[in-house]
Nanobody, 123 residues
Framework: QVPLVESGGGSVQAGGSLRLSCAAS????????MGWYRQAPGKQRELVAT????????NYADSVKGRFAISGDNYKRTVDLQMNSLKPEDTAVYYC????????????????WGQGTQVTVSS
């Protein structure tokens, strides 16, 4: 069972909007936070935005602040990313992310990743 299932993404012109959604399967539990990372060709994967399941605290990359909004539903175990005012530099593969609490592991945590969804913004 795929732990994180993404939907959304696609191609849009600069200034447009897209919405990404991600749902956590029943194969993972004790989710501490969820979010999105992205990786552009030739670049390292970078954080876009995260949200905690406990208090709903959010964290955004400076490059997306004011344009992107992350939201989560603890009951549905989903996280959405609304992307507005998209720029060509937002073009990347976007990965859903979840951090779970794993008390049996030395790090007490584990990262989970979706398969990625392509976002392309043309100028």
């Amino acid at each position: 069972q795929v732990p994180l299932v993404e939907s959304g993404g696609g191609s849009v012109q600069a200034g447009g909007s897209l919405r990404l959604s991600c749902a956590a399967s029943g194969s993972i539990s004790r989710i501490n936070s969820m979010g999105w990372y992205r990786q552009a060709p030739g670049k390292q994967r970078e954080l876009v935005a995260t949200i905690t399941t406990g208090g709903g605290s959010t964290n955004y990359a400076d490059s997306v602040k004011g344009r992107f909004a992350i939201s989560g539903d603890n009951y549905k175990r989903t996280v959405d990313l609304q992307m507005n005012s998209l720029k060509p530099e937002d073009t990347a593969v976007y990965y859903c992310y979840a951090e779970t609490i794993e008390l049996e592991l030395p790090s007490k945590r584990r990262d989970w990743w979706g398969q990625g969804t392509q976002v392309t913004v043309s100028s």
